[in-house]
């Protein structure tokens, strides 16, 4: 790996027109896919699922989402500290999603009924983790083996030297359907052309492979408009049965993560299952004009949101297309 950065990161672009790329259809076997899934799923979550991002949960107002088909809310006490707690109001079942937050307190709507982080008979606060980029929430009842006291977490810059940016799409799917598709690398420049050139996978785990060389390894360069790039290195891992994380390993920003977080919902109006495709982007440098970057982080944020949001206009129909073709071959043998 090159440990001295170049000037100036950007290089032309010298790629085929999108029909002449390479195909990478041979090398995206889908036992090689499949096998880095089930390794993946048999993970131990420890009972975490990301509920939103850290911003997101805001001092003095209620933040409400369904995880795994339980109603829950979420908000801030006068110190900041995350709660989580059912979503219904104990009283008369109210939702507490919208309840206004008065001296670290929901306020039920609907009686005034006040809940604290201590709970109360028949309404407990479940553990809550918030991690400065992502709040999470444990729930005891599904964990994948015993309790932890707080989420498994891929690599990280440190936060005094990154920028993060959170960005949330639903898909009509199911968590492993996301994390399928993040783990065929070989889609990127042919799915997403806007924003990935001359990527290649130098190494993929095998299917039987070990711990410790379970990680695909990609040669790829980040578009940067229509004829310049960033060339990385960049390496995809599960820390647990709902994330995979891609690391840059080498060149520009190394250091930076993209983590992507598929937390179950509940079925839809059309009774299809729902997936938070929630992704958190940590940029990081070591350049010292880096810390002017922070300086302007709250304009950034919005801007690597929506970066965000357009891959995953594409990817999410990569995995609701791959959840439709599995529930027609399930409905097939049944």
């Known amino acids: ?97 919208d309840a206004p937050v008065h001296e670290g307190r929901l306020v039920c709507r609907w009686h005034g009924l006040a809940l604290g982080g201590e709970g109360r008979p028949g309404w407990r606060t479940l553990p809550a983790h918030d991690d400065g980029v992502l709040a999470w929430v444990r729930l005891d009842d599904l964990a994948d083996g015993e309790p932890t006291a707080a989420p498994v977490l891929g690599p990280r810059p440190p936060a005094e030297r990154s920028v993060d940016a959170v960005a949330t799409v639903i898909g009509r799917c199911e968590p492993a359907d996301v994390l399928a598709n993040r783990l065929d690398p070989w889609h990127g420049a042919w799915f997403h052309p806007y924003s990935f050139s001359a990527l290649r996978v130098l190494s993929a785990p095998p299917i039987d492979c070990p711990p410790a060389e379970d990680r695909f390894l990609v040669k790829v360069t980040f578009t940067v408009g229509k004829r310049l790039g960033v060339p990385v290195h960049a390496a995809f891992t599960c820390p647990d049965p709902r994330t995979v994380t891609m690391e840059i390993v080498d060149g520009e920003g190394t250091g930076s993560v993209v983590e992507t977080h598929a937390t179950p919902l509940r079925p839809g109006p059309d009774g299809l299952p729902r997936t938070a495709v929630i992704e958190a982007v940590v940029a990081h440098s070591d350049r010292p004009g880096f810390v002017h970057t922070r300086r302007v982080a709250a304009a950034l944020r919005p801007l690597m949101a929506v970066t965000a949001r357009r891959l995953w206009r594409d990817d999410i129909a990569y995995a609701e297309r791959r959840y439709e073709l599995r529930a027609r071959r399930s409905e097939s043998r049944s």
Do not use: Y
């Open 1 to 97: 790996m090159n440990e001295r950065r170049p000037i100036n990161p950007l290089r032309l672009l010298r790629r085929p027109a999108w029909a002449d790329q390479e195909p990478t259809w041979a090398d995206a076997k889908p036992g090689l896919i499949r096998a880095a899934l089930d390794r993946a799923q048999a993970r131990p979550s420890g009972g975490w699922f990301v509920l939103a991002g850290s911003r997101e949960i805001r001092p003095g107002r209620a933040f409400g989402r369904v995880v795994a088909g339980r109603e829950l809310v979420a908000w801030r006490d006068d110190a900041g500290t995350l709660h989580v707690g059912p979503g219904a109001c104990p009283h008369l079942g109210a939702a507490l999603c």
